[in-house]
């Protein structure tokens, strides 16, 4: 089993970061928002993109573009095999044991709803439950809630302790005869909370019940290993692993992807087609209606050699330093406070102010040059279990600096001595 509290604490012997060079590989960093340097602290929106992934992105278009397993011409077959690549690609990314395991999707919300609709829907009965948790993005939640009303089947949620950790004890008696799915975030976007997946993984299937883990945050963050994990399902967008938007990505256990049936008809899934009958083509094809994003599949795979050229090592040790002095700084602004204290934390920082609207703070911050979220980030239940209707979220990516998280904080103390 990996251990992955390991996987975001500085580990000695990791090659450091040079920073300098990954900050120049964005573009965007030299650029200025409301007239100053930019401080980027909303990655757990979206990441920046680095020059090496715009570029064979533009390349693909200008020489290597045409559409993809349908022409004999050479070009087209250049495209062919860049795309089949790139499938190869996140196969290594993530250690799955078959190419024919990972699916394109849109995004990790498409790629959420495909497990839903396509493996749960055909088998939820009255009274089966769906088993998620109080810290799941909505695109976690949405998805089971739709296909469960369909079927007098219902979600339910495993609390969550004030320090923003999973109580693992109201897991293990929530799971049971009824549960027919457990779907959880790797990292909690609004926590950083980083989940012990691959123990819930052990629960769950101990119940037989299969899991999809949401590594939406993880990915970017912390070592993955499917094999290892022994998830069903895992589900990750490239806009946030420093590639291209509309691309997403589901592994899923081959066992599971044979059975399954198409969710979505069209071209290219088919093996067969009558007006009487249509006959479905192998997976992951089955799963890939129509044209997918060519050039952004293939700028993914880009994406994730440049991403794996860093070390995740070296990215986990930097973000990890970036995190201690953010909550270092923040924990000491009077009328702050920081959403819970997990022990295991990575890429996001939460927090409130005392008389102030997170919309407010994220707007006077932006005056500073800095880019962080407010609202509820798409994770209501969340906070509502902590009383609050949204809050304001710095997040970290590869380029951030200690200046970046000292710009943060001095801003913020600013605010607070005017405002709070
Ligand atoms: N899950 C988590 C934990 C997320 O943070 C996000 C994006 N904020 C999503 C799912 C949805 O990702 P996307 O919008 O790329 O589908």
Redesign the pocket.
Same mark, same amino acid.
């Given at each position: 089993m990996t251990d992955m509290a390991t996987d975001i604490r500085e580990r000695p012997g990791a090659a450091a970061l040079d920073l300098d060079a990954v900050r120049a590989a964005f573009p965007v960093m030299a650029d200025t928002m409301s007239g100053r340097p930019i401080v980027f602290l909303d990655s757990?929106? @979206?990441s920046q993109k680095p020059e090496a992934v715009i570029a064979a992105h533009a390349e693909f278009y200008r020489h290597d573009y045409a559409n993809i397993h349908r022409g004999v011409y050479e070009l087209s077959q250049r495209a062919s095999d860049a795309f089949d690549a790139a499938r190869r690609k996140v196969q290594t990314f993530l250690g799955a044991a078959e190419w024919r395991e990972i699916v394109f999707t849109? %995004?990790?919300?498409? &790629?959420?709803n495909l497990v839903a609709w396509s493996f749960l829907e055909p088998k939820l009965q009255p009274g089966d439950e769906i088993l998620l948790t109080t810290m799941?993005?909505?695109? %976690?939640i949405v998805p089971w809630q739709i296909v469960a009303m369909r079927h007098g089947a219902k979600v339910v949620s495993v609390p969550i302790t004030d320090a923003g950790e999973l109580d693992m004890d109201a897991l293990r008696s929530m799971i049971g005869p009824r549960t027919k799915m457990l779907a959880c @975030?790797?990292? @909690? %976007?609004v926590l950083g909370t980083v989940n012990p997946v691959a123990e819930i993984v052990q629960i769950a299937h101990g119940h037989g019940v299969p899991v999809l883990v949401? &590594? &939406?945050?993880?990915v970017q963050h912390v070592a993955v290993d499917v094999a290892s994990l022994d998830a069903d399902f895992l &589900?990750? @967008?490239a806009?946030?692993i420093y590639g291209p938007?509309g691309v997403?990505v589901l592994y899923g256990k081959r066992e599971h992807l044979e059975a399954m049936p198409p969710w979505q008809g069209g071209g290219g899934i088919v093996d067969r087609v009558e007006f009487e009958k249509t006959t479905f083509g192998e997976i992951p094809f089955r799963f890939e209606a129509g044209t997918p994003d060519i050039a952004g599949v293939h700028a993914t795979g880009v994406a994730l050699d440049w991403f794996g050229g860093l070390g995740i090592d070296a990215v986990a040790a930097h973000e990890a330093d970036l995190m201690a002095q953010g909550l270092r700084a923040l924990h000491q602004i009077p009328g702050l406070h920081v959403l819970g204290a997990p022990a295991c934390r990575t890429g996001a920082i939460s927090f409130t102010v005392n008389g102030l609207h997170p919309s407010d703070i994220g707007a006077m911050l932006d005056l500073d040059g800095i880019a962080i979220r407010s609202g509820h980030?798409?994770?209501q239940p969340l906070h509502r279990r902590f009383g609050l209707e949204g809050s304001a979220r710095a997040s970290f990516g590869v380029y951030n600096t200690n200046s970046d998280v000292e710009a943060l904080a001095e801003s913020l103390r600013r605010i607070v001595r005017k405002y709070g």
């Amino acid at each position: 089993m990996t251990d992955m509290a390991t996987d975001i604490r500085e580990r000695p012997g990791a090659a450091a970061l040079d920073l300098d060079a990954v900050r120049a590989a964005f573009p965007v960093m030299a650029d200025t928002m409301s007239g100053r340097p930019i401080v980027f602290l909303d990655s757990g929106a @979206s990441s920046q993109k680095p020059e090496a992934v715009i570029a064979a992105h533009a390349e693909f278009y200008r020489h290597d573009y045409a559409n993809i397993h349908r022409g004999v011409y050479e070009l087209s077959q250049r495209a062919s095999d860049a795309f089949d690549a790139a499938r190869r690609k996140v196969q290594t990314f993530l250690g799955a044991a078959e190419w024919r395991e990972i699916v394109f999707t849109r %995004n990790t919300t498409e &790629a959420i709803n495909l497990v839903a609709w396509s493996f749960l829907e055909p088998k939820l009965q009255p009274g089966d439950e769906i088993l998620l948790t109080t810290m799941e993005h909505h695109s %976690n939640i949405v998805p089971w809630q739709i296909v469960a009303m369909r079927h007098g089947a219902k979600v339910v949620s495993v609390p969550i302790t004030d320090a923003g950790e999973l109580d693992m004890d109201a897991l293990r008696s929530m799971i049971g005869p009824r549960t027919k799915m457990l779907a959880c @975030s790797w990292v @909690s %976007n609004v926590l950083g909370t980083v989940n012990p997946v691959a123990e819930i993984v052990q629960i769950a299937h101990g119940h037989g019940v299969p899991v999809l883990v949401d &590594a &939406a945050q993880a990915v970017q963050h912390v070592a993955v290993d499917v094999a290892s994990l022994d998830a069903d399902f895992l &589900a990750f @967008s490239a806009h946030k692993i420093y590639g291209p938007s509309g691309v997403g990505v589901l592994y899923g256990k081959r066992e599971h992807l044979e059975a399954m049936p198409p969710w979505q008809g069209g071209g290219g899934i088919v093996d067969r087609v009558e007006f009487e009958k249509t006959t479905f083509g192998e997976i992951p094809f089955r799963f890939e209606a129509g044209t997918p994003d060519i050039a952004g599949v293939h700028a993914t795979g880009v994406a994730l050699d440049w991403f794996g050229g860093l070390g995740i090592d070296a990215v986990a040790a930097h973000e990890a330093d970036l995190m201690a002095q953010g909550l270092r700084a923040l924990h000491q602004i009077p009328g702050l406070h920081v959403l819970g204290a997990p022990a295991c934390r990575t890429g996001a920082i939460s927090f409130t102010v005392n008389g102030l609207h997170p919309s407010d703070i994220g707007a006077m911050l932006d005056l500073d040059g800095i880019a962080i979220r407010s609202g509820h980030h798409c994770a209501q239940p969340l906070h509502r279990r902590f009383g609050l209707e949204g809050s304001a979220r710095a997040s970290f990516g590869v380029y951030n600096t200690n200046s970046d998280v000292e710009a943060l904080a001095e801003s913020l103390r600013r605010i607070v001595r005017k405002y709070g």
